[in-house]
């Protein structure tokens, strides 16, 4: 059976780094999609950042507008391990961070959450100020 398994959060100070992983068992990410979603206490999950895979070489990536030029998706050689660069954090970006997957057209963008099939278990992420 297919499994995501989040790791990498933590505690970070504003202005930090952080790099989140998501590493996926019975599959590699060629020619699926991934996406980072999050949920902060008493607020909706909401998307963060994708890659869809047409292949190992064609992809596409998109990024929530809170997040551009701070944070980078990408991945392993082997294409069985996801990463979330996360850098200049607030604490607005204090959320548990979700990795999922989806198949069906990497020409559908990454941010709709109920096409997504497979859900890790989440790693929390706290920014301090």
């Known amino acids: 059976q297919v499994q995501l398994a989040e790791s990498g959060g933590g505690l970070v100070q504003a202005g930090g780094s952080l790099r989140l992983s998501c590493a996926a068992s019975?599959?590699?990410?060629?020619?699926?999609?991934v996406g980072w979603f999050r949920q902060a206490p008493g607020k909706e999950r909401e998307f963060v950042a994708g890659?869809?895979?047409?292949?190992?070489?064609?992809?596409?990536?998109d990024y929530a507008d809170s997040v551009k030029g701070r944070f980078t998706v990408f991945i392993d050689s082997t294409m069985e391990t996801v990463y979330l660069d996360m850098t200049n954090l607030n604490p607005g970006d204090t959320a548990v961070y979700y990795c999922a997957l989806r198949y069906g057209s990497p020409l559908t963008p990454a941010t709709t959450e109920n096409l997504y099939k497979h859900w890790g278990q989440g790693t929390q992420v706290t920014v301090s100020s």
């Open positions: 019975g599959l590699t990410f060629s020619r699926t999609s």
């Open positions: 890659r869809r895979w047409n292949g190992a070489n064609t992809y596409y990536s």
